[in-house]
Each structure stands twice: as structure tokens, then as C-alpha cells.
């Protein structure tokens, strides 16, 4: 760990940096010596098997995790050594645990302006005409805004994400955090998220966004770099496509696996089978 005094502050120049990263589990080592960094504006998509630990590092990069080993830097901050309390603030996240949590008899604006000071519901701060105008802009940039006065409860499932997305960008975070975000959905709501991920991806005023999902074909247009999680190592990092090759993502998945890329989306098939139509 570093010598540097309590709530020390690195430049930030990274985004993240995590250097060394392992987490250990009663006895099971779920991420192993993990060097990764994100730059700013960059869009990240992270990819691995089952059980490979995408998950556990979303959250150790949104700083609800400390690592068993190594450093952990985010937004110039070093986690341990910083208030995560107040830093969390400028990280948004959106995860299937948090989605859990929203109570169904609230409205989406009402979700959404309670993400300013990261609470589950409205009532326990107050909000002035400016926070509910923002709550308001806030879901019409993930393109939910006929929504704001409909419950949670009675939202589809794809619905529900934008809600969250929205909810996440209510602090301006400088980084958005995003776990299986299209996890449950069906074609149209799946893509539907896409077309709102993308819109933020090719937004400059956007954040830096890491986006996790399992499936090549959901990665949205406009993401930048991917980072390939295999038995909680990091297989290959970097600009999209050096990473995405059929050689790597086979050696990924341990499945011989083809590649392509067409109208900026991306899509894999196992190599003894024809391609997806």
C-alpha cells in the first residue's frame, strides 16, 4: 500500500487505475493480480465467462469492495484513504442488487432526484424546483422522460435500467458504472438500452462509462476499449479492436469463436457453427 497521509489524492490522469488487484473469498481467489486503468472519456466494456469476476471488480471500481491486495485509484482518489461516502457521489452505478432496492410505489422522477444524495427514496432530504427540473432532464437523456410520473412497480424491465441510468447521472458523476444493465431483457428492450448507450457514448459531455455485459452482440456503438476477464485475470485490455479478435476472445472463453464487426455493432458465433444470420 502507499505511504502517502490519509485522504491523499493522485492526479487525475487515470480515471481508475487499479494495479495488483486481488480479491479473496473464503479461501478462493476471485480476482488475481488485476493491473487495469481507464482514461478520461474513454468507454469501457468488460467481458469474461461465468464466475470470471467482472462483477467484483464493478465493485471495487464503484468503491462498495476493498480489494484483499493491491491499489485502487478512482477519480484521483485512493480507496482506503478517502471518504468513500462523499467520493461515491461522483461515481454512478447502476447493478441488478441496486434495482432490487428501488421501492415499486415511487415514481421514476422520485427515484431519480433521490439519487442526488445517493438515497433510496425521496423523503428524507429536501429538493428545491432545480433538483426536480434536473431529475426531469436526467430521464429524457436516457430517453424515458413520458415516464417520470409512472411507478416504478409498472415499469418494464428495460425501462426500469433507463430509470436507473438516469438516477446514476443525477450527481453529474465522472464516472458511470454499469453491471449487466440489459440482463433479462427481451430483443426490443435490449435494444432500446443499446440505442441509449450508445447516444451516451458518443456524447463528449458524458462520463466515462464501464459497461459489463456477457454478450458480444451488446455492446453499444461508440464504446472505445474492452477488457477481457478470464478466471478473475485480465486475458487482454485495450482500444476495442485489438482486443475483440477471434484469437483472444477464443482464448477468453476456452470456445474456438469467430469475430466481425458490422454497422458499428459486433457479434461472435462458435467457429464450427455458420454464423447468426
Known sequence: MSDAPAGAQAPETDVVRLTGVGVVRDGVSI??????????????????????GKSTLCQIVSMYLHPSTGDVHVLGAQLGRVD???????????????????????TAEQLVVAGKHAALAHWWHEYGDEDWARARDCLARVDCAGHASQTFGTLSSGERQRVLMARALMTAPDLLVLDEPTAGLDLGGRERLIRTLATLADDPAAPALVLVTHHVDEIPPGFTHACL????????????EEVLTSERLSGCFGLSLEVE???????????????PL
Not at 480476482?31 to 470470471?52: A, F, M, T
Not at 478466471?231 to 476495442?240: C, R
Open 31 to 52: 480476482l488475481r493480480q488485476v493491473d487495469w486503468r481507464v482514461g478520461p472519456g474513454e468507454r469501457w466494456v468488460i467481458l469474461g465467462p461465468n464466475g470470471s
Open 84 to 106: 468513500v461516502r462523499t467520493h461515491r457521489l461522483r461515481i454512478g452505478l447502476t447493478s441488478a442488487a441496486l434495482a432490487s432496492m428501488m421501492q415499486p410505489s415511487l
Open 261 to 275: 464487426r458490422r454497422a458499428r455493432r459486433w457479434r461472435a458465433w462458435a467457429s464450427e457453427a455458420p454464423p
Open 229 to 240: 476477464l478470464s478466471e478473475g485475470q485480465v486475458h487482454a485490455a485495450g482500444p476495442m
